[in-house]
């Protein structure tokens, strides 16, 4: 990637999530797309679970993730997946999505998990939201299609979570 302003190398900036010149030092901050996800366009040796296009390293309001550039999908650490829809409640407003059906059929898709190959349990998501995510329990990792983080994060009812 190229500095729009001289053209030269772009680099990371791991722990401010944007690139800056290498040699002109200017900076260029990533689009946000509907799932909140900042792509950083660095290439990951993980393959997406859903269309094998190499993933790539994002971030989601202050979280890493690796994110497919071609389907949108999302990979995303469980342990940090609720408190990362929390932190993007907060900074939200407007109004929740209508109530939606969950689409049963969903839970016959079967995916690999990216990072150890074997079946990720498909199941329906415990919060807000109605939909099917994927999870590796032994990788500690979420698989979330493109447009799903935004259901859960605009669902109905999304400021009434129970922590109980």
């Given at each position: 990637m190229n500095c729009n302003n001289c053209g030269a190398p772009l680099t990371l900036v791991w722990d401010k999530t944007y690139f800056e010149c290498d040699y002109c030092k200017s900076l260029y901050f990533p689009d946000e797309n509907k799932d909140y996800v900042h792509?950083?366009?660095?290439?990951t040796d993980v393959a997406c679970p859903v269309c094998q296009h190499q993933l790539v390293h994002a971030v989601v309001e202050e979280t890493r993730v690796l994110h497919c550039p071609n389907c949108k999908g999302l990979l995303v650490n469980t342990f940090v997946f609720f408190p990362t829809i929390l932190l993007i409640r907060s900074r939200i407003n407007g109004?929740?999505?209508p109530p939606r059906i969950l689409d049963k059929d969903e839970l016959k898709r079967e995916l690999e998990c990216p990072i150890c190959h074997k079946p990720m349990d498909?199941?329906?998501y415990a919060g807000?939201?109605?939909?099917?995510?994927?999870?590796?329990?032994p990788c500690g990792v979420n698989w979330l299609d493109y447009g799903e983080l935004y259901k859960i994060v605009n669902a109905p009812g999304r400021n009434q979570i129970n922590l109980m």
């Open positions: 792509s950083l366009e660095k290439a109004p929740e999505l498909t199941h329906p807000p939201g109605n939909i099917i995510i994927d999870t590796c329990n």
